[in-house]
């Protein structure tokens, strides 16, 4: 399998534009969900670029530390997808060099214990793992405070590079 022609149109990005920029991303994101099934994994990767791939992955990141913080993004099996790829660069490239960082400083705790973190958990341990990943705290607190800002910020990158994310459909 190789990439697939995403195509979006254009008055579906102008009506997401308009209802603000989570929209405007949710347009790209919900095609790439679309032709992947929602599933990241050796089948569907090539179906996307890096760039859609960076733009799938700030969605997975973002819905999941927003939701239930690091543990939960590696627990939904996110971590190999967010921390072994070049996602942090992405970020820095685009724009978000905090987000980067902060990236970067998640991926530290990841990598130094990504075995006990990727392990299954009942449901009783999996909340126990909050406690012993406190080191997690300060940075999904970080990323609150600057969520919006990230937003924006790769927003503003996918509105002047949309070629990269999908051809866009008169």
């Known amino acids: 399998m190789s990439e ?8 579906d990005l102008r009506k997401g534009a308009e209802a603000g920029m989570d929209e405007f991303l949710k347009v790209f994101v919900d095609k790439y969900l679309e032709v992947t099934g929602g599933v990241i994994n050796a089948t569907t990767m090539p179906l996307l670029n890096g760039y859609q791939h960076t733009l799938l992955g700030y969605h997975f990141f973002r819905e999941e ?3 239930g913080g690091f543990v939960q993004l590696i627990q939904n099996g996110y971590g190999p997808y ?3 790829n070049p996602f942090a660069k992405a970020m ?14 998640a991926k530290s705790i990841y990598d130094k214990n990504r075995k006990d973190l990727e392990e299954e958990r009942t449901d009783d341990e999996f909340m126990a793992m909050y406690e012993q990943y406190e080191a997690f705290d ?8 600057m969520e919006e800002q990230v937003t924006a910020i790769i ?14 459909e008169k």
Not at 97 to 105: Q, R
Not at 138 to 145: G, H, I, N, P, R
Not at 155 to 168: K, P, R, S, T
């Open 138 to 145: 300060d940075l999904e607190e970080a990323f609150m405070d």
């Open 82 to 84: 967010i921390f072994d």
């Open 65 to 67: 530390v927003l939701e």
């Open 155 to 168: 927003a503003g990158y996918v509105d002047e590079h949309l070629d990269q994310f999908a051809e866009i």
């Open 4 to 11: 697939v022609k995403i195509v979006v149109k254009d008055e």
């Open 92 to 105: 820095r490239l685009f724009g978000a060099k905090e987000f980067s960082k902060l990236v970067y400083d």
